[in-house]
C-alpha cells in the first residue's frame, strides 16, 4: 500500500479458449481478490479476448534475472541424447 | 564507475541495434528509463483526459445506438489509460506518483484535449480525426523497444480502428443530411484539423527530444513522417463525404507522391500547451476533483479487504 492508496498490483493471465495456455495480459490495481478478477475482466476482456482469467499479486510473483541468463538458459547442447535423432534405430522400424 | 557506465551503455545499445526489446528487469541506461516515464505517462494521461470532451455528450447523443457506441469508446479509452499505466509501472514508477505529476503539471497529457467538443459533429471529428492520428502514431510505436509498452500498444491498435470508423461514419451521416447538419461537419472539421496535425509534435528540426529515442528505437518514425502518413490518408477520406479540408495549401506533390500542406501555427501550439488553451484548466480541474472526491472508494476498499484479512486471521 501507498501514500494515495492506488491499492495493490495483480499481474492478469488470460486464456483464449479451453485447452489454450495461459497469457499474460498485463497488471491491474485491485484490494482484494474478488476486484482483482472484476477489474481484470473489464480492463482485459471487452471483446471476448478471453474465456477464463488467473490473477496473482504482483509482489508473489518470483523472476528469473536477465544477468543469469547465460547461465540459468544454458541450452546444454553438448548433451544430445536429449534430442530424438540422437538414437539409431533399427533398419525398417516403422512409425517411430 | 564511468568506464562500467560506459559499458552498459555500449552493451545496451549493441543489444537495441540487433532488434532486441528490452524487458523490466534488464539493465537499462537511467536515460532511456526517464523517457520512456516521460512518454508512456503522458500516452496515459491523454487517453484518461480525452475521455472528457466526449463525456460531455453521453448526455445528449442523438439516439440510443449514438450513446452506447460512446459509451463502449469512453469506456475503451479508460482501459488504453489503463494498459499504459500498468506498463509504465514496470520501470519502477507508482500510479500514486503518476497522477501526482499529472496534477501538478510536471507531467503532460495531448494538447488536443484542451479543445473543446462543442457540437455532435465534434464527436465525429474527435474519432475520424483525434484517433485517426493517434493510430498512426501508435502503429509505429508498436515496434518501439520497450516490451511492456510494445505490447500495450498492439492491444490499442486493435480497438482504435472501431474508434476511427465511428467518428467517419457521424461524418459521413451528417455530410449526407441538411444544410445545417453539414455545415456543422464542415465546422467541426475547419476546428480540429489544425490541432490534429499538431498532435504529432514539432518539425524534426525543432524536435528536442528525438535523437535518443531514435537511437534507442523508442521512437520508430520521425514527428514530420506520421504526420505526412495521416495527411496522406485523410485527405481522400475528406473527398469521399464531401467535406473540406481548410488548408488553402493543401495540394498532391506529383514529384514526392505525397501532399504538400500550408503552415502550422505553432504559436497556437506552443500557448496551448503553456496552459492558455480553451480547456487546460476545466480538464486538469476535473480530474483532480474526481480523483479525490474517489477517495473514499478507495480507503473503503482498503478497509473491507483489511477485514477479510483479520477475519481469516481470527
Known sequence: MTADN???????????????????????????????????????????????IWVVPSSAIVASNPEDNGMFFDPANDKIYRHPTFYVMPEGAKAI | MEQAQETLLREFEEKIECGFAIEPK?????????????????????????????????????????????????????????????????????????????????????????????????????????????????VSLQRTSYG??????????????????????????????????????QDAMNRWWWPSLMMFGPHDSDSPHTGDAFRWKIKRHSNDELRQKFIDKTVQQAEVIGLTIPDKDLKWNEEKKCYDHGEINWEEFYRVIGGDGPCNKQRMEHHIRVHNEGAWVREAAEAYSAKQQYSKNA
Open chain 1, 6 to 52: 492506488q491499492l495493490d498490483v495483480w499481474e492478469v493471465f488470460m486464456q483464449s479458449k479451453p485447452g489454450a495456455n495461459y497469457i499474460h495480459a498485463g497488471s491491474i490495481h485491485a484490494s482484494d481478490k474478488q476486484m482483482a478478477l472484476q477489474n481484470a475482466r473489464d480492463t482485459y476482456s471487452r471483446r471476448g479476448e478471453g474465456t477464463s
Open chain 2, 26 to 138: 534488464d539493465k537499462m541506461p537511467a536515460g532511456y528509463r526517464k523517457h520512456l516515464v516521460r512518454q508512456m505517462s503522458q500516452h496515459a494521461h491523454s487517453e484518461v483526459i480525452g475521455m472528457q470532451p466526449e463525456g460531455n455528450w453521453v448526455t445528449r447523443a442523438p439516439s440510443l445506438r449514438a450513446k452506447q457506441i460512446l459509451l463502449a469508446k469512453i469506456q475503451d479509452e479508460g482501459g488504453h489509460g489503463l494498459y499504459l499505466y500498468s506498463a509504465a509501472e514496470t520501470l519502477g514508477v507508482s500510479r500514486d506518483e503518476l497522477i501526482e505529476q499529472l496534477h501538478t503539471g510536471k507531467a503532460k497529457y495531448s494538447n488536443i484535449f484542451n479543445y473543446p467538443a462543442l457540437s455532435w459533429a465534434d464527436i465525429g471529428a474527435i474519432g475520424w480525426l483525434v484517433d485517426g492520428a493517434a493510430i498512426v502514431n501508435q
Open chain 2, 148 to 185: 511492456p509498452y510494445s505490447r500495450a500498444m498492439v492491444r490499442i491498435c486493435k480497438e482504435e480502428s472501431f474508434h476511427q470508423r465511428q467518428g467517419y461514419e457521424i461524418m459521413a451521416k451528417m455530410m449526407a443530411g441538411t444544410a445545417d447538419q453539414k455545415a456543422m461537419a
